[in-house]
């Protein structure tokens, strides 16, 4: 069965006219109208056929197209409930899909994908850092996660201790996977187009590097970086400052210049009474 490309200008259009839709803002709403992009997306993912994919917020189809052209069997989780509809027809025929309605942040998304899968997704910008968490927190057989997400975000993602922008989302992202930009994808990509530029990040998901009480190191990294213009002596004094003097780190830098391993020694020692 032969099926028109979605990634189109005039496809787009013609599906949008179709079914009276209209990008809704409050969902992050921005349809991807360019194949190549699409092409590169599945690349960075490195999709084998029969491999298990987790797409979340399909939209009309788009991305999902070329995850299944690559043999990919998909599962798509969608919010929306306007687009279900939309979903079984542009993607009619493929029997390497499942589709799946719901908030991805209330799926019991371990037992939706009990074997080892990858995401690829084009998330929504205004909920993005709590669903990366979400799916670098659950302990799930992913492999390899590859969003779309503003360009900023990537960028806070992927930095490096030392940066303005190094921050608990660059440790929470990299504590459990390795990061990296794969491509930029400028706004008129997109219909409607942004007001900002994407990126594709693609995480490698890892196991953390170090062996600690992972609640009790976030709550040390949260606090740290909540008031980050202070040292760590003075945002970190809640936990004890004869125990942050006794660290062997240098509590007088702030929390932007700690590697990950420097955040493991702090939590560790912190932790003991």
Partial sequence: MLHPRIA???ATRHILKKFKLRAVKGLGQNFLIDAEVVRQIVEAAEICAGEDVLEIGPGIGTLTQGLLEAGAF???IELDKKLPAVLRETLAGYENFRLVEGDVLKINLAELMPRPF???A???YYITTQILLTLLEKNLPATKIVTMVQKEVAERMTAAPGSKIYGALSVAVQFRSQPRIAFEVPPEKFLPSPEVTSAVVVCDVRKPPFAVD???FFKVVRTAF???RKTLLNSLAVFGKEKLLASGIDVKRRAENLSLEEFATLATILKTR
């Fill in 8 to 10: 189109d200008p005039y």
């Fill in 122 to 124: 084009n998330l929504p």
């Fill in 226 to 228: 909540a008031q980050r």
């Fill in 118 to 120: 990858k995401v690829a």
């Fill in 74 to 76: 998909v599962t798509a």
């Fill in 214 to 216: 992972e609640e009790f």
